[in-house]
Each structure stands twice: as C-alpha cells, then as structure tokens.
C-alpha cells in the first residue's frame, strides 16, 4: 500500500471523541445541535447585513465574513466528527485527511485575521471618526478582506505542505476526532525538529500577528474612551467593542491552552479545547453579536415587522 514516495499509509482512522458507547448518541445529539445552530445563527447573521442597509457598514461588512468563516469552519470540522459517534471506525483517505487539514487551517487563520481587520475597525471608529468614512472607504474594506483570505491560504499550504510530506509507517490511528497537525505529527515517522519548529514559529507568528494589533488597537481605544467626559459616551463607546472583545477572548484562549502549553500527553484536554473553538465559538459567535449589539436587534426587528405587514396585507 503505497501512497507517492511519502507514505505507507492509504488512509487513516479517527479516534473521536470518546470510545464510551454510552456517550455516542447523546454526544450525536448534542453536537448535531451544535452544528445546526451554528448554520442557522452564521447564515442568519449573513442573510440580514446583506438584506438590510442600515448594516451596509464596515463594521459589518467584517462581521458577514467572520460569519461566512465561522459557517465553512464549522463544516469542515463538524460533519466528520458527527460519523464518529454513527460509524464503528471513522475512516478517512490520506487525501481526504489532507484536505480537511488545509480547509481547518486556511479557516482557523482567517478567522484569526479577521478579528484583527475587526479590532482594526474599532479602533479608526472611535480613535478616529471624523476619518472613519476615508480610513475604512470600500477599497480598503476589500484590501483588508483580500489579505485575511491571503494569510489563510499561504499558512494552510505551508501547514499542509509539510504534513503531507511527512511518512505514516506505524500506526494509522489519529487520537483525534479530525485531522490536526499535532496529531498527525504524533503518529508521523519522520519528523523533523528542524522544520517542525519552523511550522511552530508559524503558528505562533500568526497568533502574534493578530494579538498584537488587537492588543495595540485597545490600548488607544480605552486612552479615547477614558477622556470621553460623560458616563453615557463612555457606556456608548464601549458597547461597540464589547461583542468583539467576547469574541476575541473566547478564541484566543482557546487557541492558546491548545498549541501553547506544556505537552502533557493528556489528549482529553487537547480534544476539549480542539472542541471548543472548532464548534463551540462558531455557535457562540452570531449569538454574542446578535444578542449584544444594538444595530443587529434593530435591523432584525423591522425585518420581522415588514414581512409580517406584508403577510398581512
């Protein structure tokens, strides 16, 4: 069983979750959930920004493709993992394996750099709002979008690249419920510290390429709220940041406990954390910026209001 020059492995087989037969169907039942809601809330969120112009802004120009991402990033990951708990074995082809892997990570990095352009946004609104309509004019919007789908591909080809390239002589079982790097690295015969560090530093020059601007562009956004004089500017100003802050932490957290800890071996923790910004924070997302923001409350109610008029007509 050949696989080009690289691998002896044809296809591999993923643990899942759990091995407890008790748990499979209510963990069927619980992530099929997950999954619906999570399509039903990103192509909710898509649907009304496009539908309604008072959303035709920045802000959530930005907000329909972390949704567009959210959507695809969940489906890449959800589907399969949902054959875990139906299927005896879960098996999945070597390229199969692959794909999923470049989809993941040209998502999961998207959806890093999203939140950026995102923070970025925030920033010019409220640190610079006379400019906001030149800073954020709808050809930098798309230079900005350009770019994040940008970086999401060059990482997912690196990433990609050098796991497919890796040999798969032992085991073929993946300790995971998808194809992730760690784990495939787990299982891989020919590693290679030198380039294995080198997708690392990746990883983490992402993960700074994307904090860091966030973290510089709240600095100068709380040093503009706390000179704003009243109480009520002060609340207004911070409603606009709060959704995006809840987005941002949940996902960085997540993303860190899962690639920058100490390797303990304990795949429990890997596959909680693996769960929860894989499914989890797609859910969580269209919620945190549907039940925390004004103008999407709004627009959701004249929509409502207009189609039941126009029923009752």
Not at 66 to 75: A, E
């Amino acid at each position: 069983m050949k696989l080009g020059n690289h691998s002896s492995v044809t296809r591999f087989i993923l643990e899942g979750l759990t091995d407890e037969p008790r748990l499979q169907l209510p963990l069927f039942l619980l992530f099929l959930l997950i999954y619906m809601v999570s399509i039903a809330g990103n192509l909710s969120l898509v649907f009304l920004i496009r539908v309604c112009p008072q959303l035709h802004t920045p802000m959530y120009y930005f907000l329909s493709n972390l949704s567009f991402i959210d959507l695809c990033y969940s489906s890449v990951i959800v589907p399969k993992m949902l054959m875990n708990f139906v299927s005896e074995k879960n098996f999945s082809s070597f390229p199969a394996c692959m794909a999923q892997l470049f989809f993941f990570c040209f998502f999961g990095i998207g959806d890093s750099y999203m939140l950026t352009a995102m923070a970025y946004d925030r920033y010019v609104a409220i640190c610079n709002p006379l400019l906001y309509n030149v800073k954020m004019s709808p050809s930098i919007c798309f230079l900005l979008i350009s770019s994040v789908y940008t970086m999401g591909a060059f990482g997912a080809v690196v990433h990609t690249s050098y796991i497919s390239s890796r040999s798969f002589c032992g085991t073929n079982v993946i300790h995971h419920y998808f194809c992730d790097i760690l784990p495939l690295l787990d299982i891989s015969c020919s590693r290679d510290s030198t380039k294995e560090l080198l997708v690392m530093i990746l990883v983490g020059f992402n993960v700074l390429a994307c904090v860091l601007p966030i973290c510089i562009s709240y600095t100068f956004i709380l040093c503009s709220i706390l000179r704003i004089h009243s109480a009520e500017g002060r609340s207004k100003a911070f409603s606009t940041c709060s959704s995006h802050l809840a987005a941002v932490g949940v996902f960085y957290g997540s993303i860190i406990f899962m690639y920058f800890k100490p390797l303990t071996g304990n795949t429990i923790q890997e596959k909680v954390a693996s769960v929860f910004y894989t499914t989890v924070i797609p859910m969580i997302n269209p919620l945190i910026y549907s039940l925390r923001n004004k103008d999407v409350k709004e627009a959701l109610e004249k929509l409502c209001g207009s189609r039941i008029c126009s029923e009752s007509l």
